[in-house]
């Protein structure tokens, strides 16, 4: 097997992994994920992070294809998540000399982690580490994704190791470069990648880009999905879009349902909207959709109506996991539609009001909330929010 060059001296020598069902155990991975991790081979040979421990043997052939019986001098941890240091054991086990290069929050971590204390090289925010030809300059980028992420530059070939920013679900299938692929196919992965691991933390990743606004990029080589070359600007807006909440127009429907009537008026809205010209409707069932999805979806589009059933005075729970992440992911910038089926004191739109306060976003009409099954007046009033949210969206995007 050869390691693919990805610049002068630099070699990729991650790996596929099409095998496991979820990112951090949660978010679903239909299309596999690559853990990347990059050697520079120079007068002094530095690993730009490691990757999952499952992987161990594939990665240290990998390695040794390239350096042979050379040693590793350096390990720049840029992000200490274990899908990326997870190696770090087996790499020290190789190469007892190594040394870590990272930051003062990547210490701790590395401590509490797997208990290494020595070999340490501490360096500072913009601070440089000559390789011999090559040059590493070290940016701290905290929360995108981890507190001690940081992002290595180097200078000679213009490449940027950027931790998981930019980085993408999606196994690489032959290609790893932005050019050799199908973007379309790695689309909705990028955005579910993003949005799923990254999107809690946009106002830091909107720190992250200014920070590297100065730095001439040629390369951009993420810990996961492909790399970027040819897309450049492509990639660098779409994060500019993403992490100020830009939205495009449409709506997405979810509802949480034992019965149907919650669905009856979820499928009322989605027709209305149709109706008024609304092509982009997404329609969930909660218990059927993972979070992952729906959320990738609520930062595409403008408008999200969410509908619940009343369950044991609460949210029906597949609804109240669903507004719980929102909540916790903080997203900004959204227009909102209540709806909800119950039979007595109620439970589910009550609570989902709440969730409208807390969340702050604009709520473009009176909540809707049936006894029972959908009947004419509230079919109407179904259709009135619809209509309230189509006025809404034309106002901000036209007809
Ligand atoms: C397990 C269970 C718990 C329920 N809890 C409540 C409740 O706390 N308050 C209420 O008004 N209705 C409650 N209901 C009634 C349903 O919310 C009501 O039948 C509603 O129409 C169901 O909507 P759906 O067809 O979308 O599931 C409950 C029903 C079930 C089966």
Redesign the pocket.
């Known amino acids: 097997m050869h390691q693919v060059k990805i610049s002068d001296d630099i070699f990729h020598v991650g790996v596929n992994d099409r095998r496991s069902e979820r990112f951090e155990n949660y978010w679903p991975l239909d299309k596999g994920i690559a853990y990347n991790s990059y050697l520079i081979v120079d007068e002094k040979i530095a690993l730009l992070d490691t990757l999952e421990r499952a992987f161990i043997d594939e990665y240290i052939d990998n390695i040794k294809n390239v350096i042979g019986d050379r040693e590793v001098d350096y390990l720049i941890i840029n992000h200490m998540e274990p899908d990326h240091s997870g190696a770090i054991r087996a790499i020290v086990k190789e190469f007892p000399n190594i040394t870590f290069v990272g930051n003062k929050k990547t210490f701790p971590m590395l401590e509490s982690f797997y208990k290494f204390t020595e070999n340490t090289l501490e360096i500072k925010d913009g601070e440089n580490l000559s390789l011999g030809k090559h040059n590493l300059q070290f940016h701290t980028i905290p929360m995108v994704h981890w507190p001690e992420t940081m992002v290595t530059y180097e200078t000679t070939t213009k490449t940027l190791f950027s931790a998981d920013a930019f980085g993408s679900f999606g196994a690489l299938n032959g290609g790893i470069f932005d050019d050799e692929l199908d973007l379309s196919y790695y689309e909705e992965e990028m955005m579910r990648y993003f949005t799923n691991i990254v999107g809690k933390y946009c106002p830091h990743t909107q720190k992250a880009l200014r920070k590297l606004d100065g730095l001439e990029i040629k390369t951009i080589a993420a810990l996961h999905g492909p790399i970027w070359r040819s897309h450049i600007d492509m990639i660098l807006e779409k994060y500019e879009k993403w992490s100020t909440y830009q939205s495009d127009k449409g709506v997405v429907i979810v509802y949480g ?7 009856k008026m979820a499928e009322t809205i989605a027709r209305q909207l149709a109706v008024r010209g609304v092509k982009n409707v997404r329609v969930y069932d909660a218990s059927k959709t993972h979070p992952s999805y729906i959320i990738s979806d609520i930062f595409k589009f403008k408008g999200f109506i969410i509908g619940s ?6 949210m029906f729970p597949t609804v109240e996991t669903l507004v719980n992440k929102i909540k916790h992911m903080g997203i900004k910038k959204k227009s909102l539609g209540v709806f909800g ?8 739109v009550k609570n989902l009001m709440k969730f409208a306060e807390d969340i702050k976003w604009e709520v473009v009409a009176n909540p809707v909330e049936e006894k ?1 099954s959908l009947k004419e007046d509230k079919f109407q009033q179904c259709v009135d929010l619809a209509n309230a949210m189509a006025d809404q969206l034309e106002a901000e995007f036209g007809a």
Do not use: L, Q, V
């Not at 349902?257 to 669905?263: A, D, F, P, R, S």
């Open positions: 349902t034992m019965y149907g009537n919650t669905e059933c009343a369950y044991n005075n609460e089926s119950f039979a007595w004191n109620g439970g589910g029972g």
